[in-house]
């Protein structure tokens, strides 16, 4: 068993404000994973989040970090559009990486992250890790147990309404209370299906297994948005239909929008020739899963959070336990040898479906998809 992983937050934004940092701050876990380092180019938010959650050390700078942050793995939380890059100095630089999803937004790049960290010998996890969550193992057995008949078609998906523009970290006016949201609706790594449907997507094809082939419809349905009385021009796609096929004429209609959804949750609709699973009820009656009861005690929907494997005790009460239970995929990998299944393979098919499905979209053709997990 190795030491203790010294981690490195990259970005101190909302998902490191809400959850990664009070979750790796927490007593419990000092035996498994340090906070080392944070850095954020927003001058003093790294020195304010340092200061609020006793990591170690500050830096404005992510090479600086790499540098002399003496970290053995980073979790990249910062604007979906620097993923990869960051990601690539991480494993040249000989670290271990916890992606935030979405790990990269072409198919080539996350190769090329899945190939270097192969050459090095080192790990990568990229959330969202959907199938860690028993109701979605649970609906994949039940799938496959026939209690549904024959599987037909499925639909699944997620809007952005103004979620990001109503973040409360967004709202107040310190370094760590003002964090401006506008990277959402801009290229590279913009827009709902990059950010929302991705959990989607992992589950879908989690449960239902590899797509072959994407076609798909696309735009910018909201030009401008309005953050704190300040009009933020809007040019990623917002507003994306598309229709997946998994050979033998088995369907799956998936959505990023800008409002409005036709799906409960994440874990999608599936409709067979005996019925339907839909949300987490099985021909309208809910279905049992492993811990089902325990989640039915959660506060605010956090239940099926509270049945991963790491969110005990007083991550039952932080914010994004999913994204803690990601990071700790990766800290019991490199000190166990434990591996996980939330891979890069995974995470690199649900970025072939959204990069095809846009080039579907701009091309008007159906696209076939590369690759496989
Ligand atoms: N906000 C959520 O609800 C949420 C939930 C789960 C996962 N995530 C994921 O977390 C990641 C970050 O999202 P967020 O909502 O925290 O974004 P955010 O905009 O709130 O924060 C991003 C932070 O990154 C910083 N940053 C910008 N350039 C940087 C650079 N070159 N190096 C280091 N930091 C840099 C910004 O200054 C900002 O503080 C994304 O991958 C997102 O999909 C977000």
Redo the contacts with the bound molecule.
């Keep these: 068993m190795a030491d203790v992983v010294r981690m490195g937050v990259?970005?101190?934004?909302?998902?490191?404000i809400r959850?990664i940092l009070p979750h790796l701050s927490q007593e419990d876990v000092q035996d498994r994973v340090r906070l080392a380092a944070v850095?954020?180019?927003?001058p003093g938010?790294a020195e304010a989040a340092r200061q609020r959650f006793g990591v170690e050390k500050a830096f404005t700078s992510?090479e600086e970090l790499l540098e002399k942050g003496d970290v053995d793995a980073v979790t990249?939380?910062?604007?979906?559009g620097?993923?990869y890059e960051?990601g690539r100095l991480a494993l040249d630089a000989g670290k271990h990486v916890h992606f935030?999803?979405?790990m990269t937004t072409t198919v080539a790049e996350a190769t090329d992250l899945i190939e270097r960290a192969r050459a090095k010998g080192l790990k990568i996890v990229a959330?969202p890790g959907e199938m860690l969550r028993p109701h979605n193992q649970q609906i994949k057995k039940l799938i496959a147990e026939g209690a549904i008949g024959t599987v037909c078609w499925a639909a699944c998906g997620a809007a952005f309404g103004t979620?990001?523009e109503q973040?409360r970290?967004?709202q107040g006016d310190d370094v760590l209370s003002n964090?401006?949201?506008s990277?959402?609706f801009r290229k590279p790594g913009g827009g709902p299906l990059?950010?929302m449907t991705v959990y989607a997507l992992h589950a879908l094809t989690g449960i239902l297994g590899p797509a072959r082939r994407v076609t798909a419809l696309s735009g910018v349905r909201i030009r401008e948005r309005e953050f704190r009385g300040r009009m933020v021009p809007c040019d990623a796609d917002d507003n994306t239909l598309m229709l997946l096929d998994f050979g033998d004429n088995l369907f799956a209609l998936a959505y990023g929008t800008a409002a409005g959804r036709i799906t409960e949750g994440f874990s999608g609709s599936y409709f067979g020739t005996k019925g339907s699973i839909i949300g987490l009820k099985l021909n309208g009656e809910p279905f049992d899963y492993p811990g089902r009861e325990i989640a039915m005690q959660a506060p605010n929907n956090r239940g099926n959070q509270w049945l991963l494997p790491h969110v005990v005790g007083p991550h039952r009460e932080i914010e994004?336990q999913h994204?803690f239970e990601d990071i700790m995929q990766l800290v019991d990998w490199i000190r166990e040898d434990k591996p996980t299944i939330v891979t890069a393979e995974h995470a690199r098919h649900v970025i072939d479906i959204i990069e095809s499905a846009y080039r579907s979209a701009e091309t008007g053709q159906t696209q076939e998809l590369s690759t496989t997990f």
């Design positions: 990259v970005g101190a934004g909302s998902i490191a959850g850095c954020d180019p927003v938010r992510y990249i939380a910062s604007p979906i620097l993923h960051q935030n999803k979405t959330s979620y990001h973040e970290v967004r964090i401006d949201p990277w959402y990059y950010d994004e994204v």
